[in-house]
């Protein structure tokens, strides 16, 4: 598109006429006839990868890469066989791993979709709501404070607009826009008449006509520099990569030091020594760990967005395990965001809200001034606006106000908006006594603006102490005569009390369960309100937030705090009123510099650095700003507090889920290598040929694994104390138990392997060896279900993943043992029913073993 240099220097008319649109925006017809031609608003993204690729990345392993050398090696000298087996055996685990990668890779997409920004266009003359790739040329975009920008633009109308464009020009500071036509050619940076896609709206409302789309914008030009958007390994992946570095280290040095024995020492053929270091290494180099944690994430965070809590960082997931302080808004999140007026405060007396007396003048008064200084509206087709407002609004209707009436006789001629920096609103209108402004807000902030008496003031907040005790929320109602309408911020000064207005926001019903829930599992819930200290000190009694011992103060009192005081301060508090975006960020510092992981939840623009800086932003997902939502780890369908603990409990589940699955690897790992060294220390035959162990590496192992990454969740996780931040999955009482586990089976596999070779010579003794030892590690997905023993219990049976794994491995294992032309490929003897018994009775024996182990362990625990 030409068009695009030169934007920012033609006039609107211009660009109207060259895109064929007007300022009432595109029909849907013809949008949809763009889309088309343009192709739809989106990034497309360098790293994709297609499955094929995929697929053939399975093979760019170094092991693999070993396995098809000793394949091609294999047919050189004539063993067909072996070849055919190896490659049929890296083939299998090849579409395994394919299958696993594209179904994780699938899910992270989906997730990225629910999360994916919307844009206010307007189509056929009405604002709608669209997902950001819907958007065309030639469309009409709304912008509020919050929102993020989803295409490139000229601006039509502005006031006041900021914008965040630090993605695309490196600025850090908002950037203040205007409609004015810019001669020359000027950067990026330059170009106020513009908005860029990527960009985000600090301040103010605007409109802007699209000029252009997806690549075509100035951030799809740099994304094909960006590299490719693949996710970040999380610290665990990290971790777990680094000790299977290590270990594999050591394992090929084992190996490479077997091989030599073989060949030097025992004089073996090299080929077969070879193939077998070959196939131990791969039978104990742990390849899998770091893909089985991001298979398990994968689907953790499926089970989340069921659940309300859509993950936008995996490392959200596993961080979520280890949260110890969640620090929560109230309204909306602990409470219902449905308000309802309860009381009403005129000529000193609280009246019930449904008690007032319409004839009387300061009541009448009240009740239109509430619904004209609002913004809200109530009618046939619902709410809209803020919970605040329209439940003034219901409250001049239910005593015969019609809204639309009393706005039509007194329309606004100006207003200064409400923000929660100044917690007040006015606007102006043309009443019967005069020129007018009416003002609500807060009442502390009101009454330092009101004309009063000491004594009148003294009463009002005695009034207000006495209704925000009962957990409701206060406004005050001001008015001024004014002679111009116009108003300025200096206007809401010396005014004439009109009366309060208490409304009632329950909490919750979850809410009380859910914070009792953290408690328990050792996480501190900390509610952060813009709300008045008493009120918010109420609803967080009656959640069980504020508890005895702990106490409810001010942002303000913060402010005063050093860093270290305020380290010192925070595990008292447990509600902060009167909050500002700066304390949040304080707040979640001190915190952390005590050594704990923050979850934090915001939804204003402000709100942003204190999400980044948390551990784990939580953003609304109902009412949080594009902003908010991209600076979050998390974003909560349903704006619940309720579902961040359950995103915990979600969390720890994950990750208990993944460290059975390691765990289960690295013992049946250990089981094989203990079992080969035994071997080979004892000057035994080699106890398995090398297909054996591929077989079992590669084709059994896996399915069991990934089960028990999916094992059903636990309520337990919650009665437990917070992961400590610092700590690793790879502790000493786990590797402990990962040997023991290892060396039980390998003792199984050993006396299968010496039972084999006093009946039938070395042949049996490896076909022994070998089934034991891939029989025993399928038992052994059992044991890798819990810490406690599971024999004889339901929990036995409930996973059916697990159970249809053991199947699965069974099953092959059996065709391998009993169809005859196999025998010759798989390298396995024809076993009695008798030795067929031993190695079912081994591997089982293996199984109660560990569970008796694990009984033990558990009683010395009680
Ligand atoms: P939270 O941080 O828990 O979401 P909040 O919603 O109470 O708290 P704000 O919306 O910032 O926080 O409101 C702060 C204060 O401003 C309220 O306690 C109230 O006194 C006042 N206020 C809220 N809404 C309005 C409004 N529409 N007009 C005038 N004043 C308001």
Known sequence: MKTEKTI???????????????????????????????????????????????????????????????????????????????????????????????????????????????????????????????????????????????????????????????ALTGESLPVEKDLADIDGDVPLGDRKNMVFSGCFVTYGRARFLVTSTGMHTEMGRIAALLKSTEEKKTPLQVSLDQFGRKLSIGILVICALLFAVSVFLRGENVMNAFLFAVALAVAAIPEALSSIVTIVLSFGTQKMAREHAIIRKLQAVEGLGSVSVICSDKTGTLTQNKMTVKKLCTGGQIIPADGADFSRPEQRELLRAALLCSDATVNESGEVGDPTETALVRLGESYGFDEAEARGKYPRLAELPFDSDRKLMSTVHQLPDGLTMLTKGAVDVMLGRTRLSPEEKAEIERMNEE?????????????????????????????????????????????????????????????????????????????????????????????????????????????????????????????????????????????????????????????????????????????????????????????????????????????????????????????????????????TDSLPAIALGLEPHSDAVMQEKPRPRSEGILTKPFLLSVGTEGLVIALATIIAFHIGLASGGAAVASTMAFATLCLSRLFHGVNCKSGHPVLFTRAFWNNKFLLGAFAVGALLLAAVLLIPPLEPLFQVAELSIGLVGCIVGLAFGSMVVIQVLKAIRSMGKK
């Not at 049929?88 to 179904?103: D, S």
């Not at 005590?594 to 948390?614: C, S």
């Open 8 to 166: 920012w220097q033609k006039s609107r008319e211009e660009l109207f006429q060259e895109l064929s649109s007007t300022p009432e925006g595109l029909t849907g017809a013809e949008a949809a006839r763009r889309l088309e031609h343009y192709g739809p608003n989106e990034l497309q993204e360098g790293g994709r990868k297609s499955v094929l690729r995929i697929f053939l990345e399975q093979f760019a392993d170094f092991l693999v890469i070993i396995l098809i050398l000793a394949a091609v090696v294999s047919a050189i000298l004539g063993d067909v066989e072996s070849m055919a087996v190896i490659l049929a055996v890296i083939t299998m685990n090849a579409i395994l791993g394919t299958v696993q990668t594209v179904k994780a890779t699938a899910s992270l997409d989906s997730l990225k979709q629910m999360s994916a920004p919307t844009a206010k266009v307007v189509r056929d003359g009405q604002v709608v709501q669209l997902p950001g790739r819907e958007v065309t040329v030639g469309d009409v975009v709304v912008l509020e404070a919050g929102d993020s920008i989803c295409a490139d633009g000229r601006l039509l109308e502005c006031a006041s607009l900021k914008c965040a464009e630090s």
């Open 467 to 699: 209704l925000s005790q009962q957990g409701l929320r206060v406004l005050a109602f001001g008015k001024r005569m004014l002679t111009a309408p116009a108003i300025g911020l200096e206007d809401e000064n010396d005014l004439q009390f009109l009366g309060l207005i208490a409304m009632m926001d329950p909490p919750r019903e979850e809410s009380k369960a859910a914070v009792g829930e953290c408690i328990a599992a050792g996480i501190r819930p900390i509610m952060i309100t813009g709300d008045h200290k008493v009120t918010a000190s109420a609803i967080a009694k009656e959640i069980g937030i504020l508890t005895p011992g702990t106490e409810a103060v001010e942002g303000a009192v913060i402010e005063s705090m050093s860093d270290e005081e305020l380290r010192e301060f925070v595990p008292r508090v447990s509600v902060y009123a009167r909050v500002s975006p700066e304390h949040k960020i304080r707040i979640v510092r001190a915190w952390q510099e005590r050594g704990n992981l923050v979850a934090m939840t915001g939804d204003g623009v402000n709100d942003a650095p204190a999400l980044k800086q948390a551990d784990i932003g939580v953003a609304m997902g109902i009412t949080g700003t594009e902003v908010a939502k991209d600076a979050a780890g998390m974003v909560l369908t349903d704006d619940n507090f309720a579902t961040i603990v359950q995103a915990v409990k979600n969390g720890r589940n994950v990750y208990t889920n993944i460290k059975k699955a390691i765990q289960f690897l690295l013992s049946g790992n250990t089981a094989g290598i203990l079992t080969v060294l035994y071997a080979s220390l004892a000057g035994l035959p080699v106890p398995f040929a090398a297909v054996h162990l591929l077989f079992i590496n590669l084709l």
